[in-house]
């Protein structure tokens, strides 16, 4: 496997520090709103590594931590008139609940700015001693001049970063470029140099190396943190350490709007809630792999519905059950299918920098495959082992592809809530019993409809079928079966 190593600027073979193991830490959220498309496009790039590496038979150790304490934090509880706690806790089961929507799966820690305080202070206390930070009037900052490869992930040099520096006035640092490792604030946590919080970039060095180790092989996150925030934690870590710090930094690219970066401080940004109103979890993360990670996706309304129309496609055939319902004959059904096996397709695909655009392609392969295979069936009305054997290997396929990516089976099978809802109307207009299983209720409907068509009453008969056609299911009468799916 490959992927492009920030730090070297180059795609780069992936070995891990230990064989089959994997040490993966992505920053998380500041948990202060709730969580836009730009968080979803880093949470979703993240979770398909994640799987992907499992699946290479990798043990991935995941961590993903919460800023809960941070300025924006302090200022929204102001905002609120509750405590910073209150306003930590209430955006993270926010974005909790958005993880879950988007069948993100739950990283192996997610561990909280708050509850690391003590490792904090330690990591900082031990920064001072070695003569990397320095304590001014119950501030701390990291001593950048002494570290003398700052600047290589984000290719700056000192000369340059102190041309643009602002200088503010009364000034308590020792150079433009040192940055605070601990916040003088009062009503805070106790420290040998007073009441405060920590500073941002300090909290992941400590996470990474509290739940890690000193050194890791995948650290990742968005683009805009390269700079300063990761160009930070690797001058806090080496300094302390000696050691290098993550063998391969990983950034995915924005989400843009108007060609400009979806941020909140642009107000220009989407919340996953907000689009999970209008578009399906599935939908939302299809929208977010079909551009390769590392380049900027455009989003638009007309962008989400054309991967809305694009994952229709996979949605359809993964659904359809017309082919496994038709007559199975022994008779040799002459055709020209043959079984072509795109599995290693599809992993090289992901394998060569996780390029999910590529592997999309290679599912609709598939999904071309499978609509053949049952287009088919249905015009002769009948099937055979050969053909049948071919179709449940795409099927199978088709399923590990779309497990692989993280797309969610379960809403893949399940019907729109509104669906439902008129099913159950509709079956209540007939008379029939409503049932908590919806696909009881849907069989009721059904033999209802059959019980009519014994009776003649082909016209009553019609109106059922055809207002099922109009909620979007198919309906297939076979000789003592009618088979239904629903295509949307």
Not at 11 to 30: A, D, H, I, R
Not at 199 to 218: A, F, M, N, P, Q
Request: glycine share 6%; net charge positive; aromatic share 14%.
């Amino acid at each position: 496997m490959k992927l492009y190593n920030t730090l070297t600027q180059k795609k780069e073979e992936f070995k891990p520090l230990k064989e089959n193991q994997v040490k993966m830490y992505v920053c998380g959220p500041t948990v202060y709103d709730h969580a836009h498309l730009g968080h979803a496009r880093s949470a979703i790039t993240f979770d398909v590594l994640y799987r992907f590496l499992e699946f290479l038979g990798y043990k991935v150790t995941y961590v993903r931590n919460y800023t809960d304490i941070d300025d924006k934090i302090i200022k929204k509880a102001k905002e609120e008139g509750i405590s910073y706690k209150e306003v930590a806790e209430k955006y993270i089961k926010s974005y909790e609940e958005d993880m879950k929507a988007l069948n993100v799966k739950k990283p192996t820690y997610t561990p909280k700015v708050t509850d690391h305080i003590k490792d904090i202070i330690d990591f900082v206390k031990a920064l001072i001693e070695k003569g990397y930070a320095y304590e001014v009037d119950g501030d701390v900052y990291f001593r950048v001049s002494k570290f003398k490869d700052y600047g290589k992930l984000s290719k700056r040099s000192l000369e340059d970063m102190l041309k643009g520096a602002r200088v503010e006035i009364n000034e308590k640092k020792e150079n433009p470029l040192d940055f605070a490792l601990w916040k003088k604030d009062k009503g805070f946590f106790p420290s040998p140099w007073g009441e405060g919080r920590p500073g941002w970039h300090i909290e992941c060095s400590t996470l990474v190396r509290k739940y890690l180790g000193d050194t890791i092989d995948i650290h990742g996150g968005g683009l805009d943190l390269i700079f300063p925030h990761h160009e930070n934690e690797i001058a806090q870590s080496e300094a302390l350490t000696g050691k290098p710090f993550v063998l391969y930094w990983v950034h995915n690219g924005f989400v843009m709007v108007n060609k400009e970066k979806m941020s909140k401080s642009l107000k220009n940004f989407w919340t996953i809630k907000d689009a999970l109103k209008e578009y399906e979890g599935n939908v939302l993360r299809y929208f977010l792999i079909s551009v390769h990670y590392r380049t900027p996706i455009d989003f638009s309304k007309e962008n989400l519905n054309q991967a809305k129309q694009a994952f229709k496609k996979i949605k359809n055939v993964y659904l359809d059950k017309a082919f496994e319902f038709l007559p199975l004959t022994k008779k040799e059904i002459k055709n020209n299918f043959e079984y072509i096996d795109y599995k290693k397709e599809f992993i090289e695909a992901l394998k060569d920098d996780l390029n999910t655009p590529k592997a999309l392609s290679v599912i609709f392969k598939v999904v071309d495959k499978l609509n053949e295979i049952i287009s088919f069936g249905i015009s002769k009305r009948k099937r055979n082992e050969y053909l049948t054997n071919i179709y449940e290997k795409y099927k199978k396929d088709l399923k590990l592809f779309l497990e692989i990516l993280g797309f969610n089976l379960k809403e893949l099978e399940k019907l729109p809530s509104h669906i439902e809802k008129e099913i159950r109307n509709f079956a209540n207009l007939l008379g029939l019993e409503d049932k908590e299983d919806i696909s009881m209720v849907l069989e009721e409907i059904l033999n209802y409809r059959n019980r009519l068509r014994k009776e003649k009453k082909f016209e009553e008969a019609d109106k059922i079928r055809e207002k099922l056609e109009n909620l979007g299911f198919v309906i297939k009468d076979f000789p003592g079966k009618t088979l239904y799916y629903f295509k949307g």
